[in-house]
């Protein structure tokens, strides 16, 4: 079975700097999506960025991009120029590609705090 | 922008009451997806449900749990009898095929069983 793993429990940033969050996984399969989602405190699910393993160049959406390391099987999320609208939880998500209508894999989270 | 929709926001139930958590997916989505929150917690995968049946589903979802599109648009979540360990903010979800889409949630509906 896949897993996702989220070290870092809590991370914190200050306004204008860079962080990096980081996720790894284990899987056996080798096509298979990633996700990073954000979770801010209205608790909604919002997708940040995304990735296709059988892609090589990193995906990047404005000041969100991912470190993606398929042999080291870890993706993180590097987040430039934090903004405090940037607080919230950030979860780590998989989804296996070969089969059909597979549900996300979740990490536990990070929670991530925006200090000015 | 195409959203899900999810009914109530928040609600609050006695234990051992039915509850049904109701959901609107995107209209051309196939697939469909509860997941459960607990507080602090990661987000848990429920099940999910195509052309009209579960395709698959956790150890969560037991016999307490079910699901169904009783009109075409609407995919409800219905735990029979309530339990204190069900208090969550459960996510309704769709994506529009099976493979490679990104899955939209939608804003959630916070169950509180008191």
């Known amino acids: 079975a896949q897993t996702v793993t989220q070290s870092q429990p809590e991370m914190s940033v200050q306004e204008a700097e860079t962080v990096t969050l980081s996720c790894t996984y284990d899987?056996?399969?080798?096509?298979?999506?990633l996700f990073w989602y954000k979770q801010p405190p209205s608790r909604q699910m919002i997708l940040v960025i995304r990735q296709e393993a059988y892609k090589q160049q990193n995906a990047t959406e404005n000041r969100f991009s991912v470190n993606f390391q398929k042999a080291a099987k870890s993706f993180s999320l590097k987040i430039s120029d934090s903004q405090l609208g940037d607080a919230a939880m950030y979860f780590c998500?998989?989804?296996?590609?070969?089969?059909?209508?597979?549900?996300?894999?979740f990490g536990k989270g990070t929670t991530l705090s925006v200090s000015s | 922008e195409p959203e899900v929709t999810q009914t109530p926001s928040h609600q609050v139930t006695q234990m051992g009451q039915e509850v049904i958590l109701r959901c609107v997916p995107i209209?051309?989505?196939?697939?469909f997806y509860w997941y459960r929150q607990i507080l602090g917690q990661k987000v848990e995968f429920l099940v999910s449900?195509?052309?009209?049946?579960?395709?698959?589903k956790s150890e969560i979802f037991d016999d307490q749990f079910s699901v169904e599109r009783p009109d075409g648009s609407n995919f409800t979540l219905k735990i029979r009898s309530t339990k204190l360990e069900d208090s969550a903010m459960y996510f309704c979800a769709s994506i529009l095929s099976g493979s490679g889409n990104t899955i939209y949630f939608g804003e959630g509906s916070w169950l509180t069983v008191v």
């Open positions: 998500a998989y989804r296996s590609a070969n089969q059909a209508g597979t549900a996300l894999i």
């Open positions: 449900f195509y052309n009209n049946e579960i395709s698959e």
């Open positions: 209209s051309n989505h196939l697939y």
């Open positions: 899987t056996s399969e080798s096509d298979y999506y």
